[in-house]
């Protein structure tokens, strides 16, 4: 009797102490931007952060806009989970470590293009909803930040036009989704090829339509009702007809990532599409465990990106621990663009200095160095 009376306790304890989910975790925005009218913005100066972004996106937008952005499927859990994930994992910082060369070693290649630091824009579809520049202001920073930049295939603007605000140089990815209308695939490869892209991204996550509850509400949900027939003849059919590399986005597991391997495909982007499509499925930093702990050589055979739930530069460092080369960022670019180039501008260089300063606290000398060591990869209570 007794026994049990405890049990409850601790159960009932152990209730208690379970945290809240925090979707943009309290840093102080609120206390010095406690007066901001709704609609209105802040001044990008006092934008600290990625989640600052949010912040000021969702006071600013109207809710069906800012409510498409940050919508996740189902009961939101992978969305949630891709947020959690990482602060499970902590580091093991090395100290009386000299890192005055971290800077230098920031740049990266991806498919063997130069640029500043491992990180990319992750294609959104319908920046339009942020600002009516739409995809123009992204385009201008991803240029200022030297970094690539994978362009929706459903873009407000259509990627000549977009293409035709890049800087000379400027490396711009095509995302399409391909569908089950071969003409349709071939039109959409023509495209991406006449715009200058330097890779096509073929989204292969979403073969069929997410129940997307929260953007539903506003009549902002999917759109997708047609059952796709994606295969690896598929892949060899499209990749026969360019030059262009076909990058897979959308990769959750190890054993598909081999098979990607097999079939030549070049880079892949490990993804669960931000937590848009498959309520359930793993963040991308469990599937680079998985990977690195199945089958590591799989990071030395095909180039691997990752993206979702990137909100910090320690988030990027533990992913690239693993051997993820190159880290993509969605929604906190779509946020940012509320306040136009300059906002999308501040927030990538936001992003890049927290993985070099990030870097040099946990006694990374050369980023392009960083590995596994640096990270417990048992993962901690803090979030159960
Ligand atoms: C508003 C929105 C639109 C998206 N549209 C696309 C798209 O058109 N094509 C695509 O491959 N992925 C799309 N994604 C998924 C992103 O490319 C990326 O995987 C995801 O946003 C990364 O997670 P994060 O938003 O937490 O950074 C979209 C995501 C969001 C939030
Ligand atoms: C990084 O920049 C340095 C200096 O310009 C250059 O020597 C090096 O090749 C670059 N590395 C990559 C991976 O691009
Ligand atoms: C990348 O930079 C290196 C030197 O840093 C240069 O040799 C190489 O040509 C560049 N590659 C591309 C594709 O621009
Ligand atoms: C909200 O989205 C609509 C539809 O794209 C757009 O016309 C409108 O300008 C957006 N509102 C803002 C404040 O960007
Ligand atoms: C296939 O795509 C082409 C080109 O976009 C279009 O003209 C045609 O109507 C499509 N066919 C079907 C069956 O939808």
């Not at 990008?44 to 996740?72: E, I, K």
């Amino acid at each position: 009797m007794r026994v049990s009376t405890c049990a409850v306790i601790l159960l009932a304890a152990g209730a208690m102490a379970a945290r809240p989910f925090l979707d943009e975790p309290d840093t102080g925005i609120t206390d010095v931007l406690v007066d901001l009218p709704k609609g209105q913005l802040p001044d990008l100066d006092d934008m600290v952060a990625l989640n600052d972004f949010q912040y000021a996106a969702r006071n600013y937008l109207p809710a069906a806009n800012y409510t498409y952005y940050r919508s996740g499927a189902g009961g939101e859990w992978s969305y949630r989970n891709n947020l959690e994930v990482y602060n499970r994992y902590r580091f093991k910082p090395r100290t009386v470590v000299d890192i005055t060369s971290i800077s230098n070693s920031m740049n990266t290649t991806v498919l063997g293009y130069n640029i500043s630091s491992p990180l990319f824009i992750s294609p959104c579809a319908r920046a339009g909803y942020g600002h009516p520049d739409a995809e123009l202001n992204i385009v201008r920073g991803a240029a200022a930040n030297n970094v690539i930049y994978v362009v929706s295939g459903f873009s407000t603007l259509p990627l000549k036009q977009i293409s035709a605000a890049a800087d000379p140089g400027q490396i711009l990815f095509s995302q399409i989704y391909f569908g089950n209308n071969d003409t349709y695939n071939t039109e959409q490869i023509r495209l991406a090829e006449a715009a200058g892209a330097k890779a096509i991204v073929w989204a292969v996550d979403s073969p069929g339509s997410p129940s997307r509850q929260r953007s539903a509400r506003y009549g902002v949900g999917s759109a997708n009702t047609v059952f796709l027939s994606n295969s690896w003849d598929r892949y060899h059919s499209l990749q026969a007809q360019t030059k262009l590399p076909l990058v897979l986005k959308g990769i959750m597991t190890a054993a598909d990532a081999r098979t990607a391997i097999r079939q030549g495909v070049k880079a892949i982007i490990l993804s669960n599409h931000g937590g848009r499509n498959l309520d359930g499925s793993p963040s991308s930093l469990e599937v680079a465990l998985e990977i690195y702990q199945t089958d590591p050589s799989v990071f030395k055979q095909t180039e691997v990106l990752a993206d979702g739930g990137i909100r910090y530069g320690t988030d990027a460092l533990r992913l690239l621990s693993l051997g993820v080369k190159a880290v993509g960022v969605g929604r906190p670019v779509m946020f940012s663009n509320v306040f136009g180039e300059e906002g999308v501008t501040k927030a990538l260089s936001i992003i890049k200095n927290e993985i070099m300063n990030d870097a040099a606290n946990l006694g990374v000398a050369n980023i392009k160095k960083i590995d596994a060591s640096y990270v417990q990869w048992t993962p901690n209570n803090w979030y159960s």
